[in-house]
C-alpha cells in the first residue's frame, strides 16, 4: 500500500476555500485515491475518490496532477460543521473489499 | 438514506468478561468490517467478512476476537476476554462493492474496559 504523508493540522476561518494536500510517491498503477472526514467521536465518512485529473461532487473536489505523486482535497466555502479530520487513503480497489488504511489524517479547525 | 447501526452506544465492562458488540450493516451490501480507534489514535482495520467467512484479518485480531452473521442482518463482533488495552471505540462498515467502493461506516461502540 502506497504511504501518504499530509499535513497534521490546518487552520481556517468561515467562508474560505481549504486545500489539503496529500503526497502519495509511491502510488501503484492500479490505486485509488480516497478521502474520508471524520467528526469527533463518529465514524468516518466517505468524501470523494478519484484516479486522475479532477473529480468533484457536492461536497468536495479532487485535483490530482498527470504523475498522481500527490493530490489535493479542495473544500470550497468552510462552515464550522467542516471541523474534523480528514484522511487521505490509496489502495487498489480491484479487489472490491480491501480493508482501509488510515494514517493520522489532517485535522482542519474552522473559525468563527 | 440508508445507514449503518451499532449497538450499544456505550459499553462499560470488566476485565476477563467478553462482550459483543452489534452491528445492522446496510440491507444490501456484501462486504463488512470491523475497525476500532483508540482515544486519540488512528483508526485501525480488525477483519473484513464476505460470505460468511472472514476475508482478511489484522494482527490485532487475535484468539480473543470472533466475528458472526448469525441472521441475514446483524454482523457481530465478540470479544472474548477483555483487556484494559481493548477500550476503544469499535466502529463497524459495510460496502456494497461495484459502485465506488465507498464503505459505510456506522457510529461507532465506545468499549470501556474497567
Known amino acids: 500500500l502506497a504511504k501518504t504523508t499530509q499535513p497534521i493540522s490546518m487552520d481556517s476561518y468561515e467562508g474560505q476555500e481549504v486545500n489539503i494536500t496529500c503526497s502519495h510517491n509511491?502510488?501503484?498503477?492500479?490505486?485509488?485515491i480516497t478521502w474520508y472526514q471524520q467528526f469527533p467521536s463518529q465514524g468516518p465518512r466517505f468524501i470523494i475518490q478519484g484516479y486522475k485529473t479532477k473529480v468533484k461532487n457536492e461536497v468536495a473536489s479532487l485535483f490530482i496532477p498527470a504523475d498522481r505523486k500527490s493530490s489535493t482535497l479542495s473544500l470550497p466555502r468552510v462552515s464550522l460543521s467542516d471541523t474534523a479530520v480528514y484522511y487521505c487513503l490509496v489502495g487498489d480497489l480491484s479487489g472490491g473489499y480491501n480493508k482501509l488504511i488510515f494514517g493520522a489524517g489532517t485535522r482542519l479547525a474552522v473559525h468563527p | 438514506e440508508p445507514e449503518v447501526t451499532q449497538t450499544p452506544s456505550h459499553q462499560v465492562t470488566q476485565m476477563g468478561q467478553e462482550v459483543i458488540l452489534r452491528c445492522v450493516p446496510i440491507s444490501n451490501h456484501l462486504y463488512f468490517y470491523w475497525y476500532r480507534q483508540i482515544l486519540g489514535q488512528k483508526v485501525e482495520f480488525l477483519v473484513s467478512?464476505?460470505?460468511?467467512?472472514?476475508?482478511?484479518k489484522s494482527e490485532i485480531f487475535d484468539d480473543q476476537f470472533s466475528v458472526e452473521r448469525p441472521d441475514g442482518s446483524n454482523f457481530t463482533l465478540k470479544i472474548r476476554s477483555t483487556k484494559l488495552e481493548d477500550s476503544a471505540m469499535y466502529f463497524c462498515a459495510s460496502l456494497r462493492a461495484g459502485v465506488d467502493n465507498e464503505q459505510f461506516f456506522g457510529p461507532g461502540t465506545r468499549l470501556t474496559v474497567l
Open positions: 509511491n502510488i501503484a498503477t492500479n490505486d485509488y
Open positions: 467478512f464476505y460470505n460468511n467467512e472472514i476475508s482478511e
